[in-house]
Structures are given as C-alpha cells and as structure tokens.
C-alpha cells in the first residue's frame, strides 16, 4: 500500500520567514496531493491541493510543487505568520470513491515565533 | 459545500463498555466513508473504508469485532468500539467522499474518546 513520509517532524522559524515541507510517497498510482493544517483537537482543514497532471500551485502565501517523477511533494509558505503555528500534514490518494482513501504523512509541528 | 456531523465530540466511558460514534452527510450522498484514529501528537491512521450497503474494508492490525462499522444508508456511518478498554481512548475521526467522485473529502469534527 501507499506510504507518505513527511519531514521535518517539528520546523521553527521567525516570523516573515519562509516555511518548507517536504513529503514522498510510494504508490506511483496516487494522482492527488493535499496539505491539510491541523489544530489540537479540531479536524484537518485542507489549505491547499494538487493534482498529478500539474507541477506546482499557487494561493496566495501558500504554494506546493509535485515531483512526479521523484515521487515527491512540497508545501511551501511564505511570509510566515504566528497564526500560521500549527500541525500540517500532507497526504496521497489514488482519487475519489472507494480507491480513494487518504493516507497521511506524519505531520510535522510548525511554530512561527513573532 | 458538503458537510459531515459527527457526534459525539466527546465522549467518556467505562472500560468494558461500548460507544458508538455516528457521522452524517447533511448536504451529499457519501458513498464511501473512511475512519481515522489520532493519538495524541501522532498522525491521523486510516482504520477502515466503508462503503454504503457492503461490508467494511479494514486496516492491518484493525480489530473488525472490536471496531464495528455499519455504512447502512447514503448519509450515515456508525462506528462503535466495542469492549473498549484504556487504550482505546484517541480522537476518531470520519472523512467522506461524494457520490459524484472527484477529489473531495469532507471530514467529520472528530470525537474524543476517554475510557476510563
């Protein structure tokens, strides 16, 4: 089956400064890549995807570029703000429906210090 | 956009007895449903995958007499843990995909379980 590594585990950096992510997977079947930014306690919010037939989007501060080819992914943000601090997590998946089931990286706890 | 109820968000009980925690699609048809379980600092992991009128597909390692789900209609999912013992206690959590396919996932609020 599928498996999503994510690293760092933990990431400090200063406020204004940019953040990066970086997670590989296995199963060159998955066809889609979410970054999802958790809070203690709360359920995962998904702030950004992509999918396989494109190498890199943009929203805003927040940007992920995909790797086919290494089998790798990233989650870049930039601008850093303290409310940024959170847990992210990254994941594969082989698509909607029964195929489709999200297996996750490790997560890794992000702290922006002001 | 497509929403999950889950209930309840919290929940504690004595080790030995069952819970169960319900997940709703209020605004879609979930064909699938898939459940999670997060210890604490610890990422989500995928326990099974329902699918609406069949039997669940269970994780490694994944109980199915201890952990049971039930996928009966298009708009809800139950997963009760049966004979629960200490460490049971985690935060489950539900995801959903519509019946239309794509990319969406909607993810319940998850419910934190105590046994006690």
């Known amino acids: 089956g599928e498996n999503v590594e994510q690293h760092p585990s933990t990431l400090s950096v200063q406020e204004g400064d940019s953040a990066v992510i970086k997670c590989t997977y296995s199963?060159?079947?998955?066809?889609?890549f979410p970054w999802y930014k958790q809070e203690l306690g709360k359920r995962p919010q998904l702030i950004i995807d992509i999918r396989s037939n494109v190498g890199e989007k943009k929203d805003q501060r927040i940007a992920v570029t995909l790797n086919k080819t290494a089998k790798h992914f990233s989650l870049h943000i930039t601008e850093t703000q303290p409310e940024d601090s959170a847990v992210y997590f990254c994941a594969a998946s082989k698509g909607g429906g029964s195929q489709g089931n999200l297996i996750f990286g490790k997560g890794t706890k992000l702290s922006v210090k002001p | 956009g497509a929403v999950v109820s889950q209930h309840p968000s919290w929940v504690i009980c004595k080790s030995g007895t069952s819970v169960k925690i319900e997940c709703r699609s209020l605004?879609?048809?979930?064909?699938?449903m898939f459940w999670y379980r997060q210890f604490p600092k610890q990422s989500l992991m995928l326990m099974a995958t329902?699918?609406?009128?069949?039997?669940?597909?269970?994780e490694q390692g994944v109980e199915k007499d201890k952990f049971l789900i039930n996928h009966a209609s298009l708009t809800l999912s139950t997963l009760t843990v049966t004979s629960a013992h200490p460490e049971d206690s985690s935060f489950y959590i539900c995801s959903a995909t519509v019946i239309t396919g794509g990319y969406g996932y909607t993810f319940g609020s998850g419910t934190r379980l105590t046994v006690v």
């Open positions: 605004d879609f048809q979930a064909t699938t």
């Open positions: 329902s699918n609406e009128g069949s039997k669940a597909t269970y």
């Open positions: 199963d060159s079947a998955s066809n889609y």
